[in-house]
């Protein structure tokens, strides 16, 4: 029981100092140099702009909504978590608010505030916490990954949109940079250094699909049940395990036999 307790401390440490590095990183080098990157993130900084509020305080009643939303839904050590890793993040992120930006160059400053960003919410999302509740609240809702995925890249895309006519299109530049940093940096801290992926297919023409990469690559796919998929347009979705150097491979393939096939990955 002391063994779990332990283990139990030890990720929540890990969580606060995740959110702590998110909380740098866009104190102390997006907002100064006006960068935003997707989500609640990226909304509370327009709105701050806009408000004239602190950046953190807005974060947290962004996503103190969606928390409560979602509380029946997710177990109440998740929740629990999540709350305290977003309390530590806003909070970090009203103390270090009035300190100027360490890099006064906005290009390096995307950069580094992406990664630093990434590299915290990674930590937080891995041992057990969250700092976008939103995110959660759409996958929570829509639970088939196929039909998450495309919500929540259009939210973030909105979003990027936005900073463009908000703070300008080279703002809009680098914040799009930072976005895609901090992405990348929360998938290797979710996978490590695994080039295992898992992908999922799409298309009416799964049989051909299927037959052409089992001959050609020597591939194991599977279907996933009936609710993935969209009985009413004949499409089916396939899954199979593959190795990341494969990916663009397969995807020339599927598009070679179906240009409407559509595609989505994730850690294996």
């Not at 990720?11 to 997006?30: D, H, Q």
């Not at 900084?45 to 004239?52: E, G, K, M, N, P």
């Not at 509020?53 to 839904?73: A, D, E």
């Not at 057990?128 to 895309?157: C, F, H, V, Y």
Request: aromatic share 8%; hydrophobic share 55%; proline share 3%.
């Amino acid at each position: 029981m002391s063994h779990i307790k332990d283990l139990f401390i030890v990720r929540l440490l890990l969580v606060i100092v995740g959110a702590i590095l998110a909380a740098i990183g866009l104190e102390l080098f997006l907002i100064p140099h006006a960068i935003i990157v997707g989500g609640a993130t990226g909304l509370s900084a327009i709105l701050a702009y806009w408000t004239d509020m602190r950046v953190g305080f807005v974060l947290f009643m962004i996503n103190l909504p969606f928390i409560l939303l979602s509380y029946r839904r997710l177990s109440k050590q998740f929740v629990g978590i999540t709350v305290i890793s977003l309390f530590v993040f806003a909070l970090s992120a009203i103390i270090l608010h009035p300190y100027p930006s360490l890099i006064e160059d906005a290009a390096i400053a995307a950069i580094c505030g992406g990664l630093a960003l990434g590299v915290g919410i990674g930590l937080a999302v891995r041992f057990g916490g969250s700092l976008d509740a939103t995110e959660n609240s759409i996958r929570a809702a829509s639970p088939a990954m196929l039909a998450s995925g495309p919500r929540i890249k259009l939210l973030n895309t909105l979003i990027l949109l936005s900073a463009g006519f908000v703070f300008g299109w080279i703002q809009a530049l680098y914040s799009t940079v930072a976005y895609l940093l901090a992405v990348e940096m929360v998938s290797l801290m979710l996978r490590g250094l695994s080039f295992k992926r898992t992908i999922w297919i799409r298309s009416k023409h799964t049989e051909e699909i299927c037959l052409v990469l089992k001959s050609s690559l020597n591939m194991q796919l599977s279907y996933l049940p009936d609710s993935f998929a969209d009985d009413s347009n004949g499409e089916a979705v396939l899954s199979a395990t593959i190795h990341l150097l494969e990916l663009s491979r397969i995807k020339s393939i599927v598009i070679g036999l179906d240009p409407d096939a559509s595609f989505h990955t994730g850690s294996a």
